[in-house]
């Protein structure tokens, strides 16, 4: 009982903190809260951490690495994904939200999901985590409770920045934060053609 109490409780940590750097899914929360859209930005939230806590279980579970071939198969993926969702944040942008429709959180789970789960860096990051913490004998454990971590700082995260719409640098944000994901998309794509 006390190994499932620590492995969740390392779980939601890391969940947290893992939420808290600058990244796809942080950067696609706030353009999303920004644009008035936070249901869909706390969707995107859970989508990516429902793909981190895939990504932590397996790499608490012993996965050590991918194949050549499906990391620049996964890398290229990734890139289009990424580069599509940049297009249609882009397009949308300058469309007012005056209310915003209780579909969106569902709309957003999957943007989520796709924006993580296909991105072979996120489960190399996961990867590097657990290697330096160490095996678990609960890695399902782990990741439920990564997942659960991650989105429960999303949502919080989404609902900030969507309180601090009128703020000189939170205005700034949708732009930082699609030249963070093209930035990302781009050295993803840049990586998968050295693989």
Excluded: C
Aim: net charge positive; aromatic share 8%; proline share 4%.
């Amino acid at each position: 009982m006390i190994d499932w109490l620590a492995a969740a409780g390392l779980g939601l940590l890391l969940g947290v903190l893992t939420g808290m750097s600058v990244g796809v899914i942080s950067a696609a929360v706030a353009q999303a809260a920004i644009a008035n859209r936070v249901r869909f930005g706390i969707g995107i939230g859970v989508g990516g951490a429902v793909a981190d806590a895939i990504h932590a279980s397996a790499a608490f579970a012993g996965v050590r690495h991918l194949d050549a071939t499906w990391t620049s198969a996964l890398s290229i993926v990734a890139a289009v994904v990424i580069l599509g969702f940049v297009a249609l944040a882009w397009r949308a942008r300058r469309m007012p939200v005056a209310v915003e429709d209780h579909s969106s959180f569902t709309r957003g789970l999957p943007a989520g999901l796709l924006l993580t789960l296909p991105n072979p860096a996120a489960l190399g990051a996961w990867i590097t985590v657990a290697a330096l913490l160490w095996r678990q004998p609960h890695p399902i454990v782990v990741g439920v409770a990564v997942g659960l971590g991650s989105a429960v700082w999303f949502a919080i995260f989404a609902r900030f920045v969507a309180r601090r719409r009128d703020h000189r640098f939170v205005r700034a944000l949708p732009k930082i934060a699609l030249a963070i994901l093209v930035a990302v998309a781009v050295t993803t794509a840049v990586r998968a053609g050295y693989s």
